[in-house]
């Protein structure tokens, strides 16, 4: 019984944070230690690879967008609530002059670089909710949602 | 990953993460591989990738741009659920066949 109340506190709230340098090297420690947080959850295979994809593409903009591949810091902040992980990427990069841009599909700053510009379109694809705040020369921080469980009686 | 030539026609098979820490080698090494042998066909093998994000969908139209400007042909096969998820929002099937095996994709390729 001691053990069953335990583990409903777990499920109900729970938290995690990470902070790592904008390395590449990085993205893959990251998405993986998201989705293994998530995965407390009990969410089914799919629900983990859309969240583990929409971490990933906001690491990898933080890395090569936010910091321009100069150095810097990322710091993820992951909590679970009612079956819903909120999961906000947060960089003190050079921000995002005009985010609706930003969110047109194969829109991308950095032809140079291959990138598809579907980043932020997969994002919102793939979790409940997206807010993308950012300050120019300041950072940026997006915030997703996505239920990974189904409402629980008496949560 | 493997890079092979089957008749004339680059092969490569494509395994693990498709991140964008993943993707710079690998563009490297195809790039090397269609410059080294001056094969103008491409064939991308996806059958044991365990991760993709857009970084996949920039590797590929990026070998698509390379291609296409050595007036060559390519196609993309065995393509998991994920990745298939990717084309679909991305419109990429819209310019590049998919084939369920590497002969299929083979056969597209050397037709052209």
Known sequence: MMNRELQTKVAVDNYLRLQFPAQSENESLARVAVA???????PTMEQLTELKTAVSEAVTNAII??????????????????GVVEVVIEDDGVGIEDIEQARQP?????????????????????????????????GTKVRMRKRMAPVLDGQ | MQLQVHDG?????????LGHHEVETIRNEIEAELERTGHRG????????DFVDSSA?????????????RHGRMALCEVNESLARLFELSGLRRILPVTAT?????????EG
Not at chain 2, 102 to 110: G, K, P, S
């Open chain 2, 57 to 69: 969908l920039g590797l590929i139209l990026g070998r698509y741009r390379t291609v296409t400007e």
């Open chain 2, 9 to 17: 026609v680059v092969v490569v098979k494509l395994g693990g993460e």
């Open chain 1, 106 to 138: 194969l829109y991308t700053s950095r032809p140079e670089l291959e990138r598809s510009g579907m980043g932020i379109t997969i994002m919102e694809n793939f979790v409940d909710e997206l807010v993308i705040e950012s300050i120019p020369e300041h």
């Open chain 1, 65 to 82: 967008h936010g910091y321009v591949d100069s150095p810097g810091e990322v710091r993820i902040e992951c909590a679970i609530h009612q």
């Open chain 2, 42 to 49: 491409l064939v991308m093998s996806f059958r044991d990738i």
């Open chain 2, 102 to 110: 590497v002969d299929e994709a083979l056969q597209l390729v050397r």
């Open chain 1, 36 to 42: 293994s947080f998530a995965a407390q959850l009990d």
